[in-house]
């Protein structure tokens, strides 16, 4: 009989999970995995759901139930969940929660959900609760102007219940925070949440080596970039909330051969199109779209800008990291790894991402200071061997080996 694995409670973020032989798995489970969206383009969400599912394929049965799938892994099942209504997304997202609780409630050791729904005993939150985001530091007559909000949105009141459901007191249910900033949110918000929470970050799947002249020039080539200049890389879906606006601006501070690559959501493009044209800006922005290898323009960049308003960990940030660029960050309030870097040290902490001058500084620094680019290259390649994903998915799988014995 296997003994049940018992997490300790409050996990240091990047602390490998080790256990003896004796407890390692020897149950094969069969874990059904709830995304929306399964496509290594999609996000850092969906790479991080992905990189978990292809480390724990080998060791147990993965079935993967998604409405849009661009992923091939020997040994997972994949499950098309229809979307007959894209449009409103509060009624599809409605729609898939139930989809999903149907096609899954049976026959399944454990249910994880990186989406909003009811169901699931693992529930991997990404992003901040909608009830923070709705009354965070809102008091008096401006707290219940937003009650009123509330309660005459259907599709607020629907976003609301799925999450209450989502945290709710449940035997055996496990809640997993991305980054400890998440924890403490998500503590502050639904208190009873605490007990049952459990912190697994997101990861990489190895230390690069910097590419050399001819590889960088390569990358370049591949994506359409100038072969001269210096190229800073932005990563990102959503550009306004990343902060492409800020960005953009302190570009015009910096030297002319310095320009800038955008990957991300192509959507995005067109609503920074004009703004790059009033800024004088065409010949030194270049906007690459969703790429399925993002580790192309790691090695065709000297640097990453993410001056980000909010994000909860910042998956890019570590994968940049993991091939020695040099990084600039928003602090811990607005970006949850800041909280784990070190100033000067691992990357440069960007404390207002609103303040045009200071990101621009940051940047002449990161591209020219070649003393302070070593410094980071070395710490920061040192920071992202302790957030390996084979380490990460270990920590993953005890947790579904306490949920499945603990039924």
Known sequence: MNMPVNLPANLPVNTPVNTPASAAPQRRLKIAVLNRIFRPSGGGAERYSIALVEQLAQRHELHVFAQHIEHAWPGVHYHRIPAPLQRPRWINQLWFATATWWATRRGFDVVHSHENTWHGQVQTVHVLPIKHNLLHARQGWRRALRWLKIATSVRLLVYLALEWARYAPRAGRVIVPTSASLHTIMAQTYPHTQAAMQIVTPGVDALHVAPSAAEKASARAQLGLPAQGSCILFVANDYRKKGLETLLQALLLLPPQCYLAVVGNAAQIAGFQDEVAKLGLSGRIFFLGALDAVHVAYRAADCLAHPTLED???????????????????????????????????????????????????????????????????????????????????????????VAQAQ
Not at 345 to 350: G, R
Not at 354 to 368: K, N
Request: proline share 3%; net charge neutral; hydrophobic share 50%.
């Open 312 to 402: 909860t960990f910042a998956m890019v940030v570590l994968e940049a990291l993991a091939h020695g660029l040099p990084v600039v960050v928003s602090a811990a309030r607005y970006c949850g790894i800041a909280a784990l870097l070190t100033h000067e040290l691992d990357a440069l902490i960007l404390e207002n991402p609103r303040d045009v001058t200071a990101l621009a500084q940051a940047l002449q620094r990161l591209l020219f200071d070649t003393t302070l680019q070593s410094t980071l290259r070395q710490r920061g390649g040192h920071f992202a061997k302790g957030y390996l994903w084979p380490e990460v998915a270990r920590k993953q799988e005890l947790i579904y080996l306490s």
